[in-house]
């Protein structure tokens, strides 16, 4: 949603998006930036992105696919196990 996203997103129009809460927004977005996105913070206004990281995570390729290629993608890692 951030990432689709040409503005801020505030934490509660997050939190109503995904139904959590905003103490689950802050985690997210803090684990975001541990996996290297780089994610402004402004009061009153939102979250936005401002940098991706070069390298791509399997939930960021999970957050590219609708919910059919989703389970297809976990089908096909779990029989390569």
């Not at 998006?17 to 994610?39: C, D, M, P």
Request: one cysteine or more; a negative charge; aromatic letters at 10%.
């Amino acid at each position: 949603m951030l990432r689709q996203s040409d503005g801020y997103l505030s934490g509660q129009q997050l939190c109503d998006h995904f139904q959590v809460s905003r103490t689950a927004v802050w985690k997210a977005i803090n684990q975001l930036k541990e996996e290297g996105y780089e994610i402004e913070a402004v009061r009153n206004k939102g979250y936005r992105i401002v940098d991706i990281p070069d390298r791509i995570t399997e939930d960021a390729i999970k957050s590219c696919l609708d919910d059919y290629d989703q389970e297809r993608f976990w089908l096909q890692d779990t029989n390569q196990l």
